[in-house]
Nanobody, 127 residues
Framework: QVQLVEFGGGLVQAGGSLRLSCTAS????????MGWFRQAPGQVREFVTT???????YDADSVKGRFRISRDNANNTIHLQMNSLKPEDTALYYC?????????????????????WGQGTQVTVSS
């Protein structure tokens, strides 16, 4: 059974930083695109960032220049470094996995494209 487990969420003041991680049991991990999405109460699930099997990344405009996704294929893990956090970044953050069918040349940005999801980790940014 495939499992994705996120950790690293918490409470931080505006302007601070957090690092989220997600470990996935998909195999082989290196052939999957991985993404981060977030959902605030009463809002739709929102794309944050994605990384292809080749390591190319694509960010939502709302986080560009502040968030950075990376992957560690040796440990089946992705990370999300979040800097200069704002209160509007407050949400439940999910990681997701999608088998990469374009050899790293396509960015999966829609939540319904992803096959596997974690349970989410809460990020709260206080003003």
């Amino acid at each position: 059974q495939v499992q994705l487990v996120e950790f690293g969420g918490g409470l931080v003041q505006a302007g601070g930083s957090l690092r989220l991680s997600c470990t996935a049991s998909v195999r082989p991990f290196s052939t999957y695109s991985m993404g981060w999405f977030r959902q605030a109460p009463g809002q739709v699930r929102e794309f944050v960032t994605t990384i292809t099997m080749s390591g190319a990344t694509y960010d939502a405009d709302s986080v560009k220049g502040r968030f950075r996704i990376s992957r560690d294929n040796a440990n089946n893990t992705i990370h999300l470094q979040m800097n200069s956090l704002k209160p509007e970044d407050t949400a439940l953050y999910y990681c997701a996995a999608k088998r990469d069918r374009y050899s790293g040349t396509y960015y999966y940005t829609n939540w319904n494209q992803y096959e596997y999801w974690g349970q989410g980790t809460q990020v709260t940014v206080s003003s």
